[in-house]
């Protein structure tokens, strides 16, 4: 079984993603950020595509049962992919309009959104040290939209980006235990590696 969120905060994933994981034999679980689940023990792995978890930002943090359960999962070892959004769920919180919401604590980053675009465009990037989901080595191509970025120094991360901005500091994709947080949104029809390497994690 593999999870992915598909509440109103958690909106942007490519549908192809969901059908490349469905085709290499994962039973797919949706879950909710805002409406009380619990990740459940029975998954194998869980996907966080993008979206806007700052606008929902008082549902998430008020939603103490999920949250708790994320992390636990997290440091029990369940691989977690997650992509911008997700990203900023798994961070300590996010900071928007004067607000700042607590939020998953699994990556040790905090977010604030701005008014104005902090990544835009193609990326590529150099898996340089090892993960659970790309061998190193590996190159991949992908895509950045988002308004939010970490403040202060970025954690330790899986890839080198060498076209766009990523986490910053020429780095992508914070690696913690068996989780991938980043920027970068992967397409499985460009990107095969990335079906197979949830698939191989799980």
Same mark, same amino acid.
């Not at 930002?57 to 939603?63: K, Q």
């Not at 369940?78 to 919401?101: T, Y």
């Given at each position: !079984?593999?999870?992915?969120?598909?509440?109103?905060?958690?909106?942007?994933?490519?549908?192809? =993603?969901?059908?490349?994981?469905?085709?290499?034999?994962?039973?797919?679980?949706?879950?909710?950020?805002?409406?009380?689940?619990?990740?459940?023990?029975?998954?194998?792995?869980?996907?966080?595509?993008?979206?806007?978890?700052?606008?929902?930002?008082?549902?998430?943090?008020? =939603?103490?049962?999920?949250?708790?359960?994320?992390?636990?999962?997290?440091?029990?070892?369940?691989?977690?992919?997650?992509?911008?959004?997700?990203?900023?769920?798994?961070?300590?919180?996010?900071?928007?309009?004067?607000?700042?919401?607590?939020?998953?604590?699994?990556?040790?980053?905090?977010?604030?959104?701005?008014?104005?675009?902090?990544?835009?465009?193609?990326?590529?990037?150099?898996?340089?040290?090892? =993960?659970?989901?790309?061998?190193?080595?590996?190159?991949?191509?992908?895509? !950045?939209?988002?308004?939010?970025?970490?403040?202060?120094?970025?954690?330790?991360?899986?890839?080198?980006? !060498?076209?766009?901005?990523?986490?910053?500091?020429?780095?992508?994709?914070?690696?913690?235990?068996?989780?991938?947080?980043?920027?970068?949104?992967?397409?499985?029809?460009?990107?095969?590696?990335?079906?197979?390497?949830?698939?191989?994690?799980?």
């Amino acid at each position: !079984e593999v999870g992915y969120l598909s509440d109103s905060a958690f909106s942007f994933y490519y549908p192809e =993603n969901l059908e490349a994981l469905e085709a290499r034999g994962a039973t797919l679980v949706p879950l909710s950020s805002l409406a009380g689940d619990e990740v459940p023990p029975t998954l194998s792995a869980l996907y966080i595509g993008g979206g806007f978890p700052e606008t929902h930002g008082p549902a998430i943090a008020a =939603n103490l049962p999920f949250l708790h359960s994320l992390r636990r999962a997290a440091a029990k070892g369940l691989p977690i992919f997650a992509e911008c959004g997700g990203l900023m769920l798994l961070s300590q919180a996010v900071s928007w309009r004067g607000e700042r919401h607590v939020m998953a604590g699994v990556v040790p980053a905090e977010i604030e959104v701005l008014d104005t675009p902090q990544g835009h465009g193609y990326m590529l990037l150099q898996v340089d040290r090892p =993960n659970p989901f790309f061998p190193t080595g590996a190159k991949i191509r992908a895509h !950045e939209f988002h308004y939010s970025r970490i403040s202060g120094p970025v954690p330790e991360s899986a890839c080198a980006v !060498e076209r766009g901005t990523g986490c910053g500091g020429g780095r992508d994709a914070i690696a913690a235990g068996r989780v991938w947080a980043g920027y970068a949104h992967v397409h499985a029809d460009a990107e095969p590696a990335w079906a197979d390497g949830l698939i191989r994690a799980a």
